[in-house]
């Protein structure tokens, strides 16, 4: 599914560019919103933003702007940053696979 995503992103990255920025503001938003959450709202956000699913989409989304053209390549500094907030969410240990798995995000839009 992943390398099927990044395909379409090297074959439309017009439509690509669009679709990738829509969602780094909306996690973005999300980091945000739990920076101004209280109780119970709060423990939701963090076991929203700290879920599997949203490394996977992190992921992808790092696969997606490291392959794809010249216009989606834009991309990789507001992703740097998310990654980078992403990260520093948390200093408890429980979260530190956590980070090494951004980390590695991070490698793959280096290379």
Request: glycine share 6%.
């Amino acid at each position: 599914m992943g390398n099927c995503f990044c395909e379409l992103a090297r074959i439309n990255p017009g439509h690509t560019y669009y679709v990738l920025f829509g969602y780094i503001r909306s996690i973005a938003m999300q980091m945000q919103a739990l920076n101004n959450a209280k109780g119970k709202q709060k423990v939701e956000l963090i076991s929203k933003l700290y879920s599997q699913q949203m490394l996977q989409v992190l992921r992808l989304m790092g696969r997606a702007v490291g392959q794809a053209g010249e216009e989606v390549s834009a991309l990789v500094y507001p992703l740097c940053q998310l990654l980078s907030a992403y990260e520093s969410l948390s200093e408890a240990n429980e979260y530190l696979p956590l980070k090494l798995h951004i980390l590695s995000i991070e490698l793959t839009l280096a290379e």
